[in-house]
C-alpha cells in the first residue's frame, strides 16, 4: 500500500468518536488529500462501496490522532523524528518548549543553555545547528517526523539569553530585552510562551517580570504554559495565583503544566480554587496518570542551594558530601521513592531506588551528581492514586505526558513510562472511573488542541490525524522496568492523512506538519 498523503482512503466500519465528547457513532471517515473530506454514517454508505483504498475498523474506536500538550521533545524528535514513543500510544501532535526551556536563544553560549536544560537534552549526539530560536525551529520544520509538532520559547531559555544561568533579579533594560526575545520568537512561529518557576534561571523571576511574559504572550494570542513555583500541597493556592493573577490582568490564555499536588492532601481544594478562577479568566490545566514525577536531582536540593545555579551546586557538593547528601534528605522524600533516571557517568546506578544503593542512600545521589557534573535525572514518587483520579475525572484538565519524542534505541537514559505510555493509561483510568468514551476521547484530543488555538475534531476539511484503537484492550504496556512499550490494543494511526501506524506496525511514513500560526496550522491543516 502507497502511503502518499495525496491517496484516498477510508476507514471503514468503524466507531467515531469524534473528539466533541458526545457518544460514539458508527460511520466511515473518507480521507483524502491529507484532510477528512467526508464523514458517512453508516446508514449512507455507498451501496457499490468506496472507490478508495480501505482499512477495516470493525469494532474498533476511531479518534482524532491524541495531542500531547505538554512534552518535552524540543529535542529529541531530531534524533528521533520517527518518534515511536508517540506514534505507538495515538499521539500525532505535540507541543514542545514546555517548563520554561526550549533550546534557543543562548545569545552565543551554546554549553550554558545546554546545561540550564539539560532535562530536555536527552540524546548526546545531538548537534545542536542553530544560533537562535528561527533557527531552531526551522530544523523541525525541516526534519520531516512522524508526528505534528509546535513549538513555544521558555521564559527561561529566554531569561539566560539575556541575563545568563543567575537567578537575580532583572533590571528595567533587561526586563525590556527579555521582552524583545519572546517577541522575536513569537515572530519565528512560537505559538506559546512557557514559564518554569522551579527551574534556575527562571526561577528568580519576580510578579513584574512574570506579568511581562503574560503580556507578550496575550499581545500574540498564545499559550501561556506554567510549570508552578512550588506543587507541594501547603504551597499550591499561591502557586497558581503567582500565574493566575498576572495572566488575567495581561489577558493571556493560561495553562497549568502537569497539575497535581505533592506531600499531601489539599488537591480538591486547589481544584476548587481554580474552578472559581475558571468563571473569570481562560485557565485550564493538564495532569498525567501518574503518581511519580520525573525531574533533575537537583531539584530535591532546598531552593537557596539551587538558586546558585548548576556550578555553584557542584561546589557546594564537593565542599562538604555529607552536607549534600543532609539537603538532599531534607526533601522529605523516603529512598525507596526516587529513582534514578539518567547518570550517564555511572550507567549501572540508572534504573534503581535509592534504597538499592551501598551505603548513605542519599550521599549515594550527592556523588552520583558529582561524577555525573550534575547531570542526574531521577523518578520521584510525590503524589497520590486519589488526586490522579480526581484529575482524571475534571473535565478541564487534558491529559498529557510530560514525556519525549523517543525510539527503542534510545539508549542515554531510563524514560519515565509516560514518553510511551501515558495516553493508553489516562484512557484506561478514566474509563474505569466511568468516563464515557465520548468524553475520554475529548480529553486526548480536542480539549489540549482548543487550549493551543488548534482543532483535533474529525470533521470534513480538517487535517486527518487519525488514532484508531481497540477500546476493551486499549491500555499502556510501559512500566519502570520496561518503559519503552507501545500502548496494547492500538491498530492504526494517521498524519495529515497517511498512515504511520497499520495494524500495529509502523509504516516509516514521516508525514507530521510543522505547526505556527503563519502556515495555518493553528487553526487546523
Ligand atoms: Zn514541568
Not at 93 to 116: Q, R, Y
Not at 142 to 159: E, F, K, L, M, W
Request: glycine share 10%.
Amino acid at each position: 500500500m502507497s502511503t502518499s498523503s495525496a491517496d484516498r482512503m477510508v476507514l471503514i466500519h468503524g466507531t467515531v468518536a469524534d473528539g466533541r465528547g458526545d457518544a460514539p457513532y458508527q460511520a466511515d471517515v473518507v480521507v483524502s488529500n491529507g484532510v477528512v473530506e467526508s464523514v458517512i454514517p453508516a446508514a449512507a454508505r455507498p451501496i457499490g462501496g468506496y472507490d478508495a483504498e480501505v482499512i477495516d475498523c470493525a469494532g474498533q474506536i476511531v479518534a482524532p490522532g491524541f495531542v500531547d500538550i505538554h512534552c518535552h521533545s524540543d529535542l529529541s524528535l531530531l534524533a528521533y523524528p520517527e518518534n515511536e514513543s508517540r506514534i505507538n500510544q495515538g499521539v500525532t501532535t505535540e507541543l514542545v518548549g514546555n517548563c520554561g526551556m526550549s533550546p534557543a536563544p543562548f545569545a552565543g553560549d551554546m554549553a550554558g543553555l545546554a546545561s540550564v536544560v539539560s532535562t530536555i537534552d536527552v540524546v548526546p549526539e545531538l548537534k545542536w545547528q542553530w544560533d537562535d530560536v528561527a533557527g531552531w525551529l526551522n530544523k523541525l520544520r525541516d526534519t520531516p517526523a512522524a508526528s505534528n509538532v509546535a513549538a513555544q520559547i521558555g521564559h527561561g531559555s529566554a531569561r539566560f539569553a539575556v541575563a545568563g544561568q543567575s537567578g537575580r533579579a532583572l533590571s528595567p533594560r533587561e526586563l525590556d530585552l527579555l521582552e524583545e526575545q519572546l517577541e522575536i520568537a513569537f515572530d519565528a512561529g512560537c505559538v506559546g510562551a512557557s514559564v518554569g518557576l522551579m527551574y534556575a534561571p527562571g526561577e528568580g523571576a519576580s510578579a513584574e517580570e512574570i506579568y511581562r511574559v503574560a503580556k507578550v504572550v496575550a499581545k500574540h494570542d498564545g499559550l501561556l504554559s506554567a510549570h508552578l513555583r512550588d506543587y507541594r500541597s501547603t504551597a499550591l493556592i499561591d502557586s497558581v495565583n503567582e500565574l493566575a493573577e498576572p495572566a488575567h490582568r495581561a489577558g493571556a490564555r493560561l495553562q497549568i503544566s502537569h497539575l497535581r499536588a505533592t506531600g499531601g492532601s489539599g488537591f480538591e481544594d486547589t481544584l476548587a480554587h481554580i474552578e472559581r478562577l475558571r468563571d473569570e479568566q481562560d485557565i485550564a490545566a493538564d495532569s498525567y496518570p501518574y503518581v511519580h514525577g520525573h525531574t533533575t536531582a537537583i531539584q530535591l536540593l532546598p531552593s537557596e542551594i539551587r538558586m546558585t545555579g548548576p556550578a555553584g551546586v557542584l561546589e557546594f557538593l564537593s565542599d562538604d558530601l555529607p552536607a549534600g547528601a543532609r539537603a538532599f534528605a531534607a526533601s522529605g522524600y523516603l529512598p525507596e521513592q526516587v529513582i534514578v533516571m539518567k547518570a550517564s557517568a555511572r550507567p549501572e546506578s540508572v534504573g534503581l531506588s535509592l534504597d538499592q544503593a551501598a551505603g548513605d542512600p542519599w550521599q549515594h545521589l550527592a556523588q552520583l551528581m558529582l561524577d555525573c557534573s550534575g547531570d542526574v535525572d531521577v523518578a520521584v514518587e510525590s503524589g497520590s492514586w486519589n488526586d490522579v483520579d480526581l484529575a482524571m475525572k475534571t473535565p478541564w484538565i487534558s491529559i498529557a505526558s510530560d514525556g519525549t519524542a523517543l525510539n527503542e534505541s534510545h539508549q542515554a537514559s531510563v524514560p519515565h513510562p509516560r514518553s510511551w505510555g501515558a495516553f493508553p493509561a489516562a484512557y484506561r483510568r478514566m474509563r474505569s472511573l466511568g468516563v464515557d468514551i465520548g468524553e475520554a476521547v475529548r480529553r486526548l484530543s480536542e480539549a489540549p488542541a482548543k487550549r493551543m488555538k488548534m482543532s483535533a475534531l474529525i470533521e470534513p476539511g480538517l487535517r486527518a490525524d487519525l488514532t484508531v484503537f481497540d477500546e476493551q484492550i486499549f491500555s499502556s504496556a510501559a512500566t519502570f522496568a520496561a518503559p519503552a512499550q507501545g500502548a496494547l490494543g492500538l491498530q492504526h494511526v494517521l498524519v495529515a492523512g497517511a498512515p504511520v501506524l497499520l495494524h500495529g506496525s509502523r509504516t516509516g511514513s514521516r508525514s507530521g506538519v510543522f505547526l505556527s500560526k503563519t502556515n495555518g496550522g493553528v487553526t487546523t491543516q
